[in-house]
């Protein structure tokens, strides 16, 4: 489940660091692809216009990320909001969009997101398979099963099977593991054995759809357990929490600042960067970090010197850091 929101006024002193452009209003309307169709991993595309302040919300098999910006005033009165989301897994979301608290016509759109076409097993969790031949097989009828459903151990192959021989046709098999690290995944028996290596311990999800749709008791909650034997701290990325009044907006040549909680992160190195609307939109480039290593936490701050939309990514252990707000 993901929400976000945008909204848009005119320009004034101090204003706040969001897209500021005046708008030719009107009944706000969505309109593109990714309103009905997408792909696993792709980014799809829509977008939102006549709107001065939209909060876009999208559930499905798995969490979306969305990204927002204001599009540039045109002739043709389609001035609005981009909008751009990508999931984990194949099947139904529904998204709902919002302009002034109240739904937009249309509103909520539903979008068939399809596995990656060819994509294959990755080092980031997941992977889509063919099994069998067309794509009539029933999802309802698959069953997975083996040691690797029940319990694993960090830096370990764990494994597990997926029986479609009842499914009564083939189809396409996505295959997605979740948690607070990157995992691999490997087929070991062609559309039937496969084998995942979680890096880290933890609360993990397996996510298993075939033909787009889930199978019976999908999310699958796994148990990872830490390696006795393993010397070095482990490093949990999707623990890392951002909050702050950055994550919210600012004002222009006012220093704004967001932490960095790491108490249940592990070990690992934090970067920042933070990109403004135009160069020099952060004063002298400079995005500040102060340690706390008492609270296992960092304060970062900058200074804009325009308003418009800035883009702050943050990335613990080479990896980028999920979730954003308490």
Same mark, same amino acid.
């Given at each position: 489940?993901?929400?976000?929101?945008?909204?848009?006024?005119?320009?004034?002193?101090?204003?706040?660091?969001?897209?500021?452009?005046?708008?030719?209003?009107?009944?706000?309307?969505?309109?593109?692809?990714?309103?009905?169709?997408?792909?696993?991993?792709?980014?799809?595309?829509?977008?939102?216009?006549?709107?001065?302040?939209?909060?876009?919300?999208?559930?499905?098999?798995?969490?979306?990320?969305?990204?927002?910006?204001?599009?540039?005033?045109?002739?043709?009165?389609?001035?609005?909001?981009?909008?751009?989301?990508?999931?984990?897994?194949?099947?139904?979301?529904?998204?709902?969009?919002?302009?002034?608290?109240?739904?937009?016509?249309?509103?909520?759109?539903?979008?068939?997101?399809?596995?990656?076409?060819?994509?294959?097993?990755?080092?980031?969790?997941?992977?889509?398979?063919?099994?069998?031949?067309?794509?009539?097989?029933? +999802?309802? %009828? /698959?069953?997975?099963? $083996?040691?690797? =459903?029940?319990? !694993?151990?960090?830096? &370990?192959?764990?494994? *597990?099977? #997926?029986?479609?021989?009842?499914?009564?046709?083939?189809?396409?098999?996505?295959?997605?593991?979740?948690?607070?690290?990157?995992?691999?995944?490997?087929?070991?028996?062609?559309?039937?054995?496969?084998?995942?290596?979680?890096?880290?311990?933890?609360?993990?999800?397996?996510?298993?759809?075939?033909?787009?749709?889930?199978?019976?008791?999908?999310?699958?909650?796994?148990?990872?357990?830490?390696?006795?034997?393993?010397?070095?701290?482990?490093?949990? +990325?999707? %623990? /890392?929490?951002?909050? $702050?009044?950055? =994550?919210?907006? !600012?004002?222009?040549? &006012?220093?704004?600042? *967001?932490? #960095?909680?790491?108490?249940?992160?592990?070990?690992?190195?934090?970067?920042?960067?933070?990109?403004?609307?135009?160069?020099?939109?952060?004063?002298?480039?400079?995005?500040?970090?102060?340690?706390?290593?008492?609270?296992?936490?960092?304060?970062?701050?900058?200074?804009?010197?325009?308003?418009?939309?800035?883009?702050?990514?943050?990335?613990?252990?080479?990896?980028?850091?999920?979730?954003?707000?308490?």
């Amino acid at each position: 489940h993901t929400t976000a929101h945008l909204s848009k006024h005119p320009l004034r002193k101090n204003s706040v660091i969001k897209p500021v452009i005046m708008l030719n209003l009107g009944d706000a309307e969505a309109k593109g692809e990714g309103l009905s169709t997408g792909h696993v991993a792709d980014r799809a595309r829509f977008k939102v216009i006549n709107a001065t302040e939209i909060a876009v919300d999208i559930t499905g098999p798995s969490r979306a990320k969305i990204d927002i910006e204001a599009l540039p005033s045109n002739p043709d009165d389609e001035s609005g909001f981009g909008i751009a989301y990508e999931v984990d897994a194949p099947g139904e979301y529904t998204i709902t969009i919002h302009d002034k608290g109240a739904p937009i016509q249309g509103s909520p759109f539903k979008a068939q997101i399809h596995d990656s076409a060819g994509s294959t097993t990755s080092g980031d969790g997941s992977g889509t398979f063919t099994v069998g031949s067309g794509s009539s097989g029933d +999802p309802a %009828k /698959v069953k997975v099963v $083996g040691p690797g =459903m029940v319990t !694993g151990m960090a830096g &370990k192959p764990s494994k *597990f099977y #997926v029986d479609c021989k009842n499914a009564g046709g083939g189809g396409q098999l996505h295959i997605r593991l979740l948690g607070p690290a990157k995992a691999q995944l490997r087929e070991v028996e062609p559309g039937y054995g496969f084998e995942y290596v979680p890096a880290a311990p933890g609360r993990h999800q397996l996510l298993i759809t075939f033909n787009d749709r889930p199978v019976p008791n999908c999310p699958f909650v796994i148990n990872i357990k830490e390696d006795p034997s393993r010397g070095e701290p482990y490093s949990y +990325p999707g %623990k /890392v929490v951002l909050d $702050g009044d950055a =994550m919210r907006g !600012g004002h222009v040549h &006012k220093a704004v600042s *967001f932490d #960095v909680l790491m108490a249940d992160a592990g070990a690992g190195d934090l970067r920042v960067s933070v990109t403004g609307p135009q160069d020099g939109a952060v004063k002298d480039g400079k995005v500040n970090i102060r340690n706390n290593p008492a609270a296992c936490s960092a304060r970062v701050e900058f200074e804009p010197t325009v308003g418009g939309s800035y883009r702050v990514e943050v990335k613990f252990s080479s990896e980028d850091v999920p979730q954003i707000g308490r």
